[in-house]
C-alpha cells in the first residue's frame, strides 16, 4: 500500500525553540492534511493544503505543500509547552478517496 | 469540539466476542470514515462511506464490516475479535467525497480485548 514518509520520528526541544516536521510520498498527492493528536484525543485538523506551493500559517504554524506534490511541511515556530502531541501528515492521491496517515512525529517541550 | 460523536468511549470485552462501534458525523457531512489506531501507532485506514454507500476500501478485516444508515450515522461491527483487535476507532467524517476534503475526527473508542 501507499506509504508517507514522516520524519522526524521524535523531537525533544526546549521552550521558544522553532520545529520543523515533513513528510514525503513516492506518489503525487493532491492534499496535503496536518493533525495535532492528544493522548487519547481524536486527531485535530491544523492546517489544509490542496494545491502545489500552497503556503498557509495558522497562528504559530505554518505548512507548505510542496511543488513536486510528493511533500509536505510543518513548521512550529517559538514553541509552547502545550504543542506537546504527535503530529500526523494525512495524504489523498487524485482520483482516490482514502487518505494515507504518516506514522507521526511526537513533539516534547521543555519549558 | 469537532462535531463528530462516538460511542461508547471505552469497551472492554473478551476475545470471540462482537462488538458495535457508533459514529455520528458532524452536521451536513455525508462522508463517515474509519480508523483504527493500535498503541503508538498510526492511524491505519479502514473504510469510507458517502451518503450510505461503501467508497472506498483500506485494510479492513473481513471480521470487521460497518454501514451508513439514511440518518448518515455509522456502525463499525467486529467479530471475533482477537486480542491484537485492541486499539482506539476513529471515526471522521467531511462533507464531500473527494478532494478537496478536511476530515474531523471524533474522540474515538478504546477498544480493549482480554
Known amino acids: 500500500g501507499q506509504q508517507l514518509n514522516q520524519s522526524p520520528q521524535s523531537m525533544f526541544i526546549q521552550e521558544g525553540e522553532d520545529v520543523s516536521m515533513n513528510c514525503t510520498s513516492s506518489?503525487?498527492?493532491?492534499?496535503w492534511l496536518w493533525y495535532k493528536q492528544d493522548p487519547g484525543e481524536g486527531p485535530v485538523l491544523l492546517i489544509a493544503l490542496y494545491k502545489a506551493g500552497e503556503l498557509t500559517s495558522n497562528g504559530r504554524l505554518t505548512a507548505q505543500f510542496g511543488i513536486t506534490r510528493k511533500d509536505s511541511f510543518l513548521n512550529i515556530s517559538a514553541s509552547i509547552p502545550s504543542d506537546v502531541g504527535i503530529y500526523f501528515c494525512?495524504?489523498?492521491?487524485?482520483?482516490?478517496?482514502?487518505?494515507?496517515f504518516g506514522s507521526g512525529t511526537k513533539l516534547n517541550v521543555k519549558p | 469540539d469537532s462535531g463528530v460523536t462516538q460511542t461508547p468511549k471505552h469497551l472492554i470485552t473478551a476475545t470471540g466476542q462482537r462488538v458495535t462501534l457508533r459514529c455520528s458525523p458532524r452536521s451536513g457531512d455525508l462522508s463517515v470514515y474509519w480508523y483504527q489506531q493500535s498503541l503508538d501507532q498510526g492511524l491505519q485506514f479502514l473504510i469510507q462511506y458517502y451518503n450510505g454507500e461503501e467508497r472506498a476500501k483500506g485494510n479492513i478485516l473481513e471480521r470487521f464490516s460497518a454501514q451508513q444508515f439514511p440518518d448518515l450515522h455509522s456502525e463499525l461491527n467486529l467479530s471475533s475479535l482477537e486480542l491484537g483487535d485492541s486499539a482506539l476507532y476513529f471515526c471522521?467524517?467531511?462533507?464531500?467525497?473527494?478532494?478537496?476534503?478536511?476530515?474531523?475526527f471524533g474522540p474515538g473508542t478504546r477498544l480493549t480485548v482480554l
Open positions: 494525512a495524504g489523498q492521491q487524485p482520483n482516490f478517496n482514502k487518505f494515507y
Open positions: 471522521a467524517s467531511s462533507v464531500g467525497s473527494g478532494a478537496p476534503n478536511e476530515q474531523f
Open positions: 506518489s503525487i498527492f493532491n492534499t
